[in-house]
């Protein structure tokens, strides 16, 4: 999977699951400010993420997350380990 | 209206672990209960003055000094008469179509007894057993360990079971005796945490004990505790709705009309019964998430009685495997099918109060047809009778061909999945709550924090599978209303203090 289709899957996880929409789909989006997610929320993206992507995402590296950016860059550094 | 400070639903062990912290902190608390027995699957039953446990056959970690000991101490639970001592040298037989190994309430006897048949592994099988020592010692609600390392509980909730084995060992008929216990938490070996498996397994290298007057007494002596405390409980008090003000139950209502309030909620119920009363008000990403989860493996349950119990050593759990691969151990069929895994209560020769039970993993869609009926329509239900009696026949057909000698069995009861539905309001009957992988426990759990800002979860069918597993759950819940940390360690002092004595 290249870094484009991550954040398609990514993003679709998202309006599909936490109602947010596109327009806010920004690598730049933080979590708590402007997704309005907090930590319970944090708790059920890594686990729809690890089912729609089919990888197991560190959780000590996903507790470092603070923006979607980021999110793009961890689930693509471990696709690219599983490969 | 009598406002606590916190209302319990369901009284299963998590529960009622949780009235008495939280009672012991001087919180009040009442407990609601939908039936007329409290201890959900500790429940036991007496039939022509014989007693049956439906759900609690055998506890770990009950020696002084063990962690179950060590809270019941902290606590203040009298012990006396509650339990008995299991046979030591080998309290589980686990029989195996090629072979036969007793595991011991002692690392190295366990050790020797499997080193015996596979010889070329004795390296292999201490290195194992001595990770689950290391492990079980890390888990802090296990050893009540304030300071534990969160990077190595990580590592251990999110390697499965089947993973380390293959560490050790590639033989599938060792890995199959060293993962047998998946049959106490009813999770494969490839998605089960091995923290869980390791706790289940240490638990019972130390101590093992039956529960001399049936799970129903232990309860008993708890809920004695927890009103003495100022504890409320309410039988037949079945929750149908919660209200919810800005993500914060204000009221719990039930069948009968009443309506109970109090500043936080402990839901030890299934995750799935409780969260269908709130489901409006939660986001899709949760309830997507909890609709997907899968529910552990259901059973079924026939109670009678050896009159002649020649054929077994007394004070031992007899186990009869049918496969020797670790993804066969638990599998469940169809009804027909030969059970995979048949478990065999010890007969209590202390006393002849209580019964024996053998359990068959099982499912609901065996019994689909009947699960709408009540109670007393199922007991007049010739093709229901008929099916049970059908399976119940094939269990003791196959202990026959594996030797055990049961001329002398007399069945007085059979349960099925829509009994222990019925019971324990578990979803499909299933044993353990929601099926404990890898991706439904640690930081994925369900709880006990949840969406609804003050309602907590806890209980075996979401946080920790089995008796134990309950009461540190209940623990753990706590923790979040009175401080784990302190909690943690007043536990730790009492533990200290009684290993040393």
Same mark, same amino acid.
């Given at each position: ?38 930590? =319970? ?11 729609? =992507? ?30 | ?42 429940? !036991?039953? #007496? ?14 970690? +009950? ?9 019941? @101490? ?35 006897? @366990?050790?020797?007894? +499997? ?31 304030? !300071? ?15 993973? /380390? ?21 009813? /999770? ?6 091995? %923290? ?6 240490? !638990? ?77 008000? +939660? ?114 057909? #196959? ?42 426990? %640690? ?44 909690? +943690? ?13």
């Amino acid at each position: 999977m290249n870094r484009d289709e991550i954040v398609n899957k990514v993003n679709d996880m998202l309006m599909q699951n936490f109602e947010l929409t596109e327009d806010k789909l920004l690598p730049s989006s933080r979590f708590v400010e402007d997704l309005g997610l907090d930590s =319970l929320d944090a708790v059920d993206m890594l686990v729809h993420l690890e089912n729609q =992507l089919n990888v197991k995402v560190d959780v000590e590296k996903f507790r470092e997350v603070r923006t979607l950016g980021n999110v793009y860059d961890l689930v693509y550094e471990m696709s690219k380990e599983l490969t | 209206m009598k406002k606590y400070d916190v209302v319990i639903i369901g009284s299963g062990i998590s529960s009622i672990i949780s009235g008495l912290i939280l009672t012991k902190h001087r919180k009040s608390v009442c407990i609601l209960e939908q039936h007329y027995t409290p201890g959900g699957y500790t429940h !036991s039953f #007496t039939k022509n003055g014989v007693m049956y446990d439906t759900g609690a056959h055998y506890i770990g970690a +009950l020696d002084k000094g063990r962690p179950f000991h060590t809270l019941l @101490t902290y606590l203040d639970i009298p012990m006396d008469g509650l339990f008995f001592p299991l046979d030591r040298h080998g309290y589980d037989i686990l029989e195996f179509p090629s072979f036969s190994v007793e595991y011991a309430c002692d690392y190295e006897q @366990t050790i020797s007894n +499997l080193s015996t048949i596979f010889r070329k592994e004795s390296d292999a099988i201490r290195r194992y057993f001595d990770y689950v020592k290391k492990v079980a010692l890390q888990f802090p609600t296990y050893e009540y360990d304030s !300071s534990y390392d969160e990077a190595s509980m990580q590592k251990i909730m999110n390697t499965s079971l089947q993973d /380390v084995l293959d560490t050790f060992t590639r033989r599938p008929r060792l890995q199959s005796a060293l993962a047998a216990y998946c049959t106490l938490h009813g /999770v494969f070996p490839k998605d089960v945490p091995f %923290g869980i498996h390791a706790v289940v397994t240490d !638990s019972l290298m130390h101590s093992v004990h039956g529960l001399r007057n049936g799970g129903q007494a232990f309860v008993d002596a708890l809920l004695v505790r927890f009103k003495n405390q100022g504890g409320e409980l309410f039988m037949q008090e079945k929750v149908v709705d919660l209200d919810i003000e800005n993500s914060l139950i204000k009221k719990v209502t039930t069948a009968s009309g009443k309506h109970f309030i109090a500043e936080w909620i402990i839901s030890g119920i299934h995750p799935k019964a409780i969260f269908s009363f709130v489901r409006k008000h +939660l986001k899709k990403a949760f309830t997507n998430r909890l609709d997907n989860i899968q529910e552990s493996a259901s059973f079924l349950t026939i109670y009678g009685e050896f009159k002649d119990v020649k054929h077994f050593a007394p004070l031992k759990n007899y186990y009869y495997f049918q496969q020797e691969s670790p993804d066969k151990l638990i599998e469940v069929g169809t009804a027909s099918d030969t059970p995979s895994c048949i478990f065999l209560s010890h007969p209590n020769t202390l006393d002849r109060k209580t019964g024996q039970t053998i359990i068959i993993p099982a499912k609901m869609e065996w019994f689909k047809r009947w699960e709408n009926l009540c109670s007393n329509e199922r007991k007049n239900d010739g093709a229901y009778n008929s099916i049970k009696q059908t399976i119940a026949q094939k269990i003791l057909k #196959t202990l026959a061909s594996r030797g055990v000698s049961i001329d002398s069995w007399k069945t007085l009861d059979i349960s099925t999945p829509i009994t222990n539905r019925d019971f324990n309001g578990s979803i499909d009957g299933s044993a353990y709550g929601i099926y404990h992988s890898i991706d439904n426990t %640690g930081v994925r759990a369900l709880g006990p924090r949840t969406h609804i800002r003050n309602l907590l979860i806890t209980g075996q069918s979401t946080l920790f599978p089995g008796m134990l597993g309950a009461a540190i759950s209940g623990l753990r819940s706590c923790g979040h209303l009175i401080g784990i940390r302190s909690l +943690l360690e007043e536990l730790k002092k009492i533990q200290h203090t009684n290993r040393k004595g």
